[in-house]
């Protein structure tokens, strides 16, 4: 007979409704048929209690492990099948190991948010409470309290929102890690700023809030519009004693922002709220190359280091380009029209 996976309420009138980790489970018979439905939501791994519930005793359990059907990883923890665990079987196996209310978190959550690369080694589990008890190659952590608003399902696994993630990533990564998984979860659009200081504002005495909020002021930055920037930079320019460029001027159909026609320079000055998407990135990347292959180079500053750098990078001088420094390969061709 077929097996039937389905994530859902737990009904109380039939016996075919199994408890899974993300609800309750709809096997199509008793035995290895439920055990097959509970794993298959579960990245192939199964708890000991929910053998039982699928109607495999001790007996029938233990002579599963003997023969191969079954795989301990860890204490009342499966594999069904075959040894090796699938992707996140890992993560799965070490949230049913902590039991009932246990999330991913920290490292572990930040990779299952994609914030950063995972380590391939102990997974972080949350869980409240003093239960006790050890699991190899789970680290787990206690904190004092963890609200249900800072808990979701991610793939199908309980983990800790990306907010918490990122408070929980303060306390046990440097700076620099830290840095890139705020700009990651910016980026994928998972959190805000705002949420995060929201957070860090209900967070007292938490290792991490200092952390986190002195990322968060890092990145912020100084707040500068766009003109406010532009009009910083021709500073620092004149400061440096450049040559005046031209100003929001048409190249090759492009709307630019700083030219140096003679030496055909194009700077421009790049502000996180019109340029920190994939598609602004993609479509600066595909401005760059347009102009790169009409005989220009194009020098990128963001609108902090334009506000901030005591005078301007060398890469960007004009007579580096007199000089032929990083221009762009091939023949000049004459002015676009």
């Known amino acids: 007979m077929g097996v039937i996976a389905q994530v859902g309420p737990l009904p109380s009138d039939t016996p075919l409704w199994l408890p899974g980790l993300c609800g309750a489970v709809r096997a199509s018979a008793p ?3 439920a055990v097959a439905a509970v794993a298959a939501t579960q990245r192939g791994a199964i708890s000991y209690a929910q053998l039982r519930a699928a109607g495999l005793g001790r007996g029938a359990i233990a002579n599963r492990v003997a023969n191969g059907r079954l795989h301990r990883l860890h204490r009342g923890v499966y594999l069904v ?7 996140l079987a890992r993560e799965v196996a070490a949230v049913l190991a902590c039991g009932p209310g246990a999330v991913l978190s920290h490292r572990s959550a930040a990779a299952l948010w994609r914030l950063l690369p995972g380590e391939g080694r102990d997974v972080d589990v949350t869980v409240m409470g003093r239960r006790r008890g050890r699991h190899a190659g789970v680290r787990v952590h206690r904190p004092r ?3 249900e608003s800072a808990t979701c399902l991610r793939d199908l696994i309980p983990a800790t929102t990306a907010a918490r993630t990122l408070l929980d990533l303060a306390e046990v990564v440097d700076e620099h890690r830290l840095e890139r998984a705020i700009n990651e979860a910016f980026v994928l659009r998972l959190t805000t700023e705002r949420k995060l200081r929201e957070l860090l504002g209900v967070s007292p005495g938490r290792r991490g809030t200092r952390t986190l909020r002195e990322a968060l002021d890092r990145a912020a930055g100084p ?3 766009r003109s406010e920037a532009e009009a910083r930079l021709l500073e620092l320019l004149h400061a440096g004693r450049l040559p005046s460029p031209e100003t929001n001027v048409t190249v090759g159909g492009y709307e630019v922002d700083v030219l140096w026609r003679d030496e055909r320079l194009v700077l421009e000055v790049d502000g996180y709220a019109f340029h920190g998407t994939r598609a602004a990135f993609e479509r600066d990347r595909e401005r760059d190359a347009r102009l790169q292959a009409l005989g220009f180079r194009v020098v990128r500053v963001t609108c902090g280091r334009s506000s901030t750098s005591p005078r301007p990078s060398s890469s960007a001088s004009p007579s580096c380009c007199r000089r032929g420094e990083g221009a762009a390969d091939g023949p000049r061709r004459g002015w676009p029209t």
């Not at 099948?81 to 992707?87: D, F, M, R, S």
């Open 223 to 225: 707040s500068l519009t």
């Open 81 to 87: 099948g075959h040894p090796a665990p699938a992707p």
């Open 31 to 33: 035995g290895d048929a």
């Open 145 to 147: 309290h963890l609200d």
